[in-house]
């Protein structure tokens, strides 16, 4: 029965049109929501896509706060009494003033410039969690870049092959009439034959009828078979598509991540980094053999930081080698530009994972609202996921 009803219906043309780029595709026309597997199946993609989108934001928040600190001392700084600045600035310029002498009493072998090594010292702390982080993330890029083409190339063939065998269903449904009417045409004929030869045409009805009936068995059966593999293909496109999904969003996590490394370390790969951080411990290593200013220089840092606690700074440390911006307003305006970009760049990656969660929730729910009869269902496994990815950060979870 099912083969006569799809033998005269219109097949479905509908193709998904995608392309790859940032944004994500959200396709039900193909998914059967009464099906408790494909249901469930397309839910689970879209708590995972909030569940990827949870971790991303754990991860940036802590580095947004740290940012958020440092500007928060730059208004602690610029707000200070005249007398508590006036302190600062002594400390500060006795600093400067012991670092200006290192480095003329250094000019002649010095390996890499001032500018790359006061640069590079700001951030030693986590220079060596920074390269790595970068590598990682270089690695993983070049990783996630292949998944994306391996899975587009894959969602291509099934794309040609569904169009294959849409085209084969019309050439069984054309067959099929083709040997209908041909037995029309054969009935009628014996018919004439019959009646107005006054012939027997027994044995021609039977044998007509029965050509008829294989012929049509026959392509039932092949029609049946392609008509399987087309629901496979199908699936395999929906599933391919989710995987696509999170993968992009892996994807451009990843490129964010990448452009924010590379601008905060101020390089264009790890190697380069590397190459420079080595360059910088070869100097550091030079620069100790000044007992005597290092000696100086770290009282005076000591006396800086513990001026700084007073005035409640909270990363104090992080001035020490930022004398100038002390002494002089307008390096506080460059460094304070340098942390908004920062902070704007970590701004816009928890904004775009909070997007893909707020998405992915209203998508499930807007499925929720068009199969009510499953709504308790899919509640009940969102209410899970809420339950086991709820943090402080997921503010979109709310």
């Known amino acids: 029965m099912g083969f006569w009803k799809n033998l005269f219906r219109k097949k479905n043309k509908e193709v998904v049109n995608y392309e790859e780029n940032d944004e994500f595709v959200y396709d039900r026309t193909h998914v059967d929501f009464v099906e408790v597997e494909q249901r469930n199946r397309y839910i689970t993609g879209c708590l995972e896509q909030m569940a990827e989108a949870s971790h991303e934001?754990?991860?940036?928040?802590?580095?947004?706060?740290?940012?958020?600190?440092?500007?928060?001392?730059?208004?602690?700084?610029?707000?200070l009494p005249e007398e508590e600045t006036q302190e600062i600035h002594v400390i500060a310029q006795r600093l400067q003033a012991l670092e200006e002498e290192r480095i003329k009493y250094r000019g002649k072998k010095n390996r890499m410039s001032d500018t790359d090594f006061?640069?590079?010292r700001k951030q030693e702390a986590e220079m060596e969690a920074g390269i790595r982080k970068l590598r990682e993330a270089e690695e993983y890029h070049v990783l996630v870049k292949q998944d994306l083409q391996r899975l587009d190339g894959e969602r291509h063939a099934y794309e040609y092959r569904r169009q294959e065998l849409y085209g084969m269903l019309d050439n069984y449904r054309g067959m099929a009439v083709i040997f209908l009417t041909a037995?029309?045409?054969?009935?009628?004929?014996?018919?004439?034959?019959q009646f107005v030869f006054e012939m027997n045409t027994t044995i021609g009805y039977f044998i007509a009828v029965l050509a008829a009936v294989a012929a049509i068995v026959a392509i039932s059966m092949k029609y049946v078979d392609v008509e399987h593999e087309r629901i496979k293909v199908e699936n395999a496109i929906n599933k391919l598509i989710q995987l696509q999904n999170k993968v992009k969003i892996r994807y451009v996590n990843?490129?964010?991540l990448l452009d924010y490394l590379c601008m905060k370390y101020d390089t264009d790969c790890a190697d380069?980094?590397?190459r420079a951080w080595k360059?910088?411990?070869?100097?550091?290593?030079?620069?100790?053999?000044?007992?005597?200013?290092?000696?100086k220089l770290e009282y005076y840092q000591k006396q800086l930081i513990n001026h700084m606690y007073r005035f409640?700074?909270?990363?104090?440390?992080?001035?020490?080698?930022?004398?100038?911006?002390?002494l002089d307003k307008r390096e506080m305006v460059e460094i304070r530009h340098e942390l908004i970009l920062q902070r704007q760049s970590l701004r816009k990656q928890l904004d775009y994972n909070n997007e893909v969660a707020k998405n992915a929730r209203q998508e499930i729910m807007?499925?929720?609202?068009?199969?009510?009869?499953?709504?308790?269902?899919?509640?009940?496994?969102?209410?899970?996921?809420?339950?086991?990815?709820?943090?402080?950060?997921?503010?979109?979870?709310s």
């Open 254 to 256: 990843n490129f964010n």
């Open 272 to 274: 380069t980094l590397e």
């Open 366 to 397: 807007e499925v929720a609202r068009t199969y009510p009869k499953y709504a308790g269902e899919i509640m009940e496994m969102v209410d899970h996921f809420e339950k086991e990815y709820s943090s402080p950060e997921s503010v979109y979870l």
């Open 57 to 79: 934001i754990e991860l940036l928040t802590g580095e947004y706060n740290l940012v958020t600190s440092y500007l928060t001392d730059i208004e602690e700084i610029e707000v």
């Open 312 to 326: 409640r700074v909270k990363t104090p440390e992080r001035w020490v080698h930022q004398t100038n911006a002390l």
């Open 279 to 295: 360059k910088f411990l070869l100097e550091k290593e030079e620069r100790k053999e000044y007992a005597e200013a290092e000696a």
């Open 183 to 193: 037995l029309v045409i054969c009935i009628v004929m014996l018919v004439i034959l």
């Open 118 to 120: 006061l640069k590079l």
